[in-house]
């Protein structure tokens, strides 16, 4: 069984910031890849963030050099720090792990960027 525990959404005025947090539960953590993914209404679920289990990092070029995603392994959390945000960063972001070549997802958390 695998749970994710999703927080750190809301509403945000553009230009501010929000930290994603999502705690996993279940076994191999440590050699999980894990992301961030994100839809907005009417739109395909993105990815938007992904870190390996050796910390590589990958970004859309959307969020690059605004978003940073970590990883806390004591923790089994990963983290989504959220920085200059858009009101085009309006979405429902999705924890996302990734091992023996199955994907998990959470559950969703809402993000809104709006003035």
């Known amino acids: 069984q695998v749970q994710f525990v999703e927080s750190g959404g809301g509403l945000v005025q553009p230009g501010g910031s929000l930290r994603l947090s999502c705690a996993v539960s279940g076994t191999a953590f440590n050699i999980a890849a894990m992301g961030w993914y994100r839809q907005a209404p009417g739109k395909q679920r993105e990815l938007v963030a992904r870190?390996?289990?050796?910390?590589?990092?990958n970004y859309a070029d959307s969020v690059k050099g605004r978003f940073t995603i970590s990883r806390d392994n004591s923790k089994n959390t990963v983290y989504l720090q959220m920085n200059s945000l858009k009101v085009e960063d309006t979405a429902v972001y999705y924890c996302?792990?990734?091992?023996?070549?199955?994907?998990?997802w959470g559950q969703g958390i809402q993000v809104t960027v709006s003035s």
């Open positions: 996302n792990k990734w091992v023996w070549n199955n994907d998990y």
């Open positions: 870190i390996s289990s050796g910390g590589s990092t």
